[in-house]
């Protein structure tokens, strides 16, 4: 079954197609992504007679650049996609009677050497991927560009999250997927949070944690109920130590000194307790009496 990362990079291609030709430019097998139209084409690419070939992701290329693109997110080394991907190039160029690249995406500098090597078709031929690792990927630190592009700024933190530039990647592309719906926004998030190195990984949580805000209705109702209730908590501790305070200070001056356990009753009761042992305390003849059980309530049936 695929990971979630897997899902993930695939995922960013359904979102933004034209993802596919701005990583060719990257790759510099594109002058510019500027003027290049991304649509995506099913990805089974098996004929009628032949075994199923699933690409991970098609996408069809128009404008400045006609061409076909097949995307295999590749999170490590596969000895089988040497013999599959030629199938899914032919196939795709028998489909679509153009021009065919097969763009490998990976987040490992080794995978990527692998992704690399020529494959042989024939005798004769070779298919070359084109292979986009963290050395093909930008490096995006600065919040206009990755507000402009989240999907780049998500690959960027991924491929370079661990580096020294960890918080800077990290932080831009977290803000730029907060532009996104919820659920890409929360998948995106979490999978730059795993990718980060520790200390840019809490400077992020922290970061967010100041920052975050609830959006819908519901979640801000429960938090102003949530604020309400540690306001009410805070004026009722601070109450109880008012309280507490007059009432040790009133038994000491009727009883003498407290034995320990006196005291360490008092500091641990609560607000309802000690208001109950100070109306005790106005006719109290002992300590004894301050602090006796309270009487069953009366009308009880027998």
Same mark, same amino acid.
């Given at each position: $079954? %695929?990971?979630?990362?897997?899902?993930?990079?695939?995922?960013?291609?359904?979102?933004?197609?034209?993802? /596919?030709?701005?990583?060719?430019?990257?790759?510099?097998?594109? %002058?510019?992504?500027?003027?290049?139209?991304?649509?995506?084409?099913?990805?089974?690419?098996?004929?009628?007679?032949?075994?199923?070939?699933?690409?991970?992701?098609?996408?069809?290329?128009?404008?400045?650049?006609?061409?076909?693109?097949?995307?295999?997110?590749?999170?490590?080394?596969?000895?089988?996609?040497?013999?599959?991907?030629?199938?899914?190039?032919?196939?795709?160029?028998?489909?679509?009677?153009?021009?065919?690249?097969?763009?490998?995406?990976?987040?490992?500098?080794?995978?990527?050497?692998?992704?690399?090597?020529?494959?042989?078709?024939?005798?004769?031929?070779?298919?070359?991927?084109?292979?986009?690792?963290?050395?093909?990927?930008?490096?995006?630190?600065?919040?206009?560009?990755?507000?402009?592009?989240?999907?780049?700024?998500?690959?960027?933190?991924? /491929?370079?999250?661990?580096?020294?530039?960890?918080?800077?990647?990290?932080?831009?592309?977290?803000?730029?997927?907060?532009?996104?719906? /919820?659920?890409?926004?929360?998948?995106?998030?979490?999978?730059?949070?795993?990718?980060?190195?520790? &200390?840019?990984?809490?400077?992020?949580?922290?970061? $967010?944690?100041?920052?975050?805000?609830?959006?819908?209705?519901?979640?801000?109702?429960?938090?102003?109920?949530?604020?309400?209730?540690?306001?009410?908590?805070?004026?009722?501790?601070?109450? &109880?130590?008012?309280?507490?305070?007059?009432?040790?200070? $009133?038994?000491?001056?009727?009883?003498?000194?407290?034995?320990?356990?006196?005291?360490?009753?008092?500091?641990?009761?609560?607000?309802?307790?000690?208001?109950?042992?100070?109306?005790?305390?106005?006719?109290?003849?002992?300590?004894?009496?301050?602090?006796?059980?309270?009487? %069953?309530?009366?009308?009880?049936?027998?």
């Amino acid at each position: $079954m %695929p990971s979630i990362l897997h899902q993930t990079l695939c995922e960013l291609f359904h979102a933004r197609p034209h993802l /596919a030709a701005e990583l060719l430019e990257a790759a510099r097998l594109l %002058p510019t992504a500027a003027n290049v139209e991304g649509e995506l084409l099913p990805a089974d690419l098996s004929q009628s007679s032949a075994p199923e070939y699933r690409a991970d992701v098609v996408v069809k290329l128009s404008g400045d650049a006609e061409m076909t693109v097949i995307i295999e997110a590749q999170l490590q080394p596969d000895p089988t996609k040497p013999f599959s991907w030629p199938v899914y190039v032919a196939v795709a160029q028998s489909q679509r009677r153009g021009k065919v690249a097969l763009l490998v995406l990976t987040l490992d500098e080794s995978t990527a050497r692998w992704a690399a090597r020529p494959v042989a078709v024939g005798i004769t031929g070779t298919l070359r991927p084109v292979v986009i690792g963290p050395k093909s990927l930008p490096v995006v630190t600065e919040l206009s560009q990755a507000i402009e592009n989240p999907e780049i700024a998500v690959l960027s933190a991924l /491929a370079h999250g661990r580096r020294k530039v960890g918080a800077q990647v990290g932080r831009v592309a977290a803000e730029a997927a907060r532009s996104l719906d /919820a659920e890409r926004r929360r998948l995106y998030t979490d999978l730059i949070l795993q990718h980060l190195n520790g &200390a840019a990984r809490r400077a992020l949580e922290t970061l $967010m944690i100041k920052d975050w805000q609830p959006e819908s209705e519901f979640l801000r109702a429960i938090d102003a109920r949530q604020e309400a209730a540690i306001e009410a908590r805070g004026e009722a501790r601070g109450e &109880a130590r008012g309280v507490r305070r007059v009432l040790a200070k $009133m038994l000491k001056l009727k009883f003498g000194p407290l034995p320990a356990e006196v005291t360490l009753r008092v500091e641990n009761a609560k607000l309802d307790e000690l208001n109950v042992w100070s109306d005790r305390l106005l006719e109290a003849k002992t300590l004894a009496e301050v602090f006796q059980p309270a009487s %069953p309530a009366n009308g009880s049936m027998a």
